[in-house]
């Protein structure tokens, strides 16, 4: 380790290590190996890659992180002169990506961390990610391992509050070696990776029984759930510890100890997120209003030019904006890569600009413009 790393790794071990509980299991993997090797994982957590790599030793891999992160000054500070990480444009095929990847395994001698998914879950469960991702593995001929991660959901749920001393396992072993995968067909390559980060925390502790305690469980949840599954409202939902709480029903569900929900004919976020995605073709025909911060994105510099407060309307296949400063009718058919950042935080492209939007409700705006693309 450089005295850099020695640094970042005496700063992120306590501080990771005071929030969560961590079992690291090795299969067939060598946390101290130094050779370049390609390192995937499910991507259940905004956490996931920081603390993955204090469980590394010696070399351990680049990550692959979102550029928007870098928006910050102190997080850019942490990402490019403390990390040597990749800059992504997530949700978007990005040739400087790639190319950076190539630089840090062939030029650098380092592995990368990659997330094949590009986004931490939403709801406690994988998703898809694409095809172009195992071209790139098979053209690198190096080993790929998996740090198969089950608990994190849980322990740090994307739109909540970490629990503390959350339990979370990581699972380290390879998938292919780098011979393997020259001879390997891409089919058979994307299968095998898609298989090897499915999870589902839910299911996952129904059978383990791992205690996530706190008080504030359910804090932040109506940022993604927008349904009442008893009136079958929208934008109805509030939280308060660990109850959920809908203006025309009063109190419907409860986080468990387990991180289950009580109270409703499902016990888990997956299947509730499915349940609302039924309604979007009603929810099309409404009018949705929130608010949020615009800003207009410097993609050059990755920098945050703020426009100012605004209300958001979703109406007629059109997304408004209205504030003090600004008013802008941007056409749902026209935006491209929307995508959610963080916690609560819209982006996409319009015309030739790049526009950032932290909001109040972000999934129901991301679903909605989704769904009148044809995204559902």
């Known amino acids: 380790m450089t005295l850099k790393e020695r640094f970042l790794y005496a700063v992120l071990w306590p501080f990771y290590h005071s929030k969560f509980r961590f079992a690291i299991n090795c299969i067939d993997f060598d946390r101290e190996r130094l050779d370049p090797y390609i390192l995937i994982g499910n991507h259940a957590s905004l956490h996931d890659a920081l603390y993955t790599l204090i469980h590394l030793k010696n070399k351990y891999p680049y990550p692959v992180m979102n550029n928007f992160l870098i928006t910050k000054k102190f997080m850019e500070l942490i990402l490019?002169?403390?990390?040597?990480?990749?800059?992504?444009?997530?949700?978007?095929?990005?040739?400087?990506?790639?190319?950076?990847?190539?630089?840090?395994?062939?030029?650098?001698k380092r592995g990368i961390?990659?997330?094949?998914?590009?986004?931490?879950?939403?709801?406690?469960?994988?998703?898809d990610f694409p095809y172009s991702t195992v071209k790139f593995f098979k053209k690198m001929e190096i080993d790929i391992v998996i740090c198969k991660a089950n608990g994190a959901y849980l322990a740090a749920p994307r739109w909540?509050?970490?629990?503390?001393?959350?339990?979370?396992?990581?699972?380290f072993y390879t998938i292919y070696k780098g011979e393997e995968l020259a001879l390997a067909n891409l089919d058979d390559i994307y299968t095998k990776i898609k298989k090897a980060i499915e999870f589902n925390d839910f299911d996952w502790n129904r059978v383990q029984k791992h205690?996530?305690?706190?008080?504030?469980?359910a804090l932040g949840l109506e940022k993604y759930i927008y349904i009442c599954p008893h009136c079958n409202k929208h934008q109805c939902l509030s939280t308060k510890k660990n109850g959920v709480y809908c203006i025309h029903c009063g109190k419907?569900?409860?986080?468990n100890q387990y991180g289950l929900l009580e109270g409703l004919p499902f016990d888990n976020l997956v299947d509730w997120d499915e349940y609302q995605k039924h309604f979007l073709d009603q929810i099309a025909r409404?009018?949705?209003?929130t608010i949020g911060k615009l800003n207009l994105v410097n993609t050059k510099k990755l920098r945050l030019h703020k426009l100012g407060n605004v209300n958001i309307i979703l109406d007629n296949n059109c997304l408004h904006l209205e504030g003090r400063r600004v008013n802008y009718d941007f056409e749902v058919e026209k935006i491209t890569g929307l995508i959610l950042t963080k916690k609560q935080d819209l982006s996409f492209e319009y015309e030739d600009n790049t526009y950032y939007l932290p909001t109040k409700d972000p999934m129901i705006?991301?679903?909605?413009?989704?769904?009148?693309?044809g995204g559902y």
């Open 113 to 127: 961390l990659l997330y094949p998914e590009g986004n931490a879950s939403y709801f406690g469960k994988e998703s």
């Open 286 to 289: 409404t009018t949705i209003k």
């Open 211 to 217: 205690k996530y305690d706190n008080k504030t469980k």
């Open 252 to 255: 419907i569900a409860e986080f």
């Open 160 to 171: 909540g509050i970490p629990v503390k001393k959350g339990f979370i396992e990581l699972n």
């Open 365 to 373: 705006i991301l679903d909605t413009i989704n769904y009148l693309k």
């Open 80 to 108: 490019t002169k403390l990390i040597h990480a990749v800059s992504k444009r997530k949700g978007q095929s990005d040739v400087s990506a790639v190319k950076g990847m190539m630089h840090v395994i062939k030029d650098l």
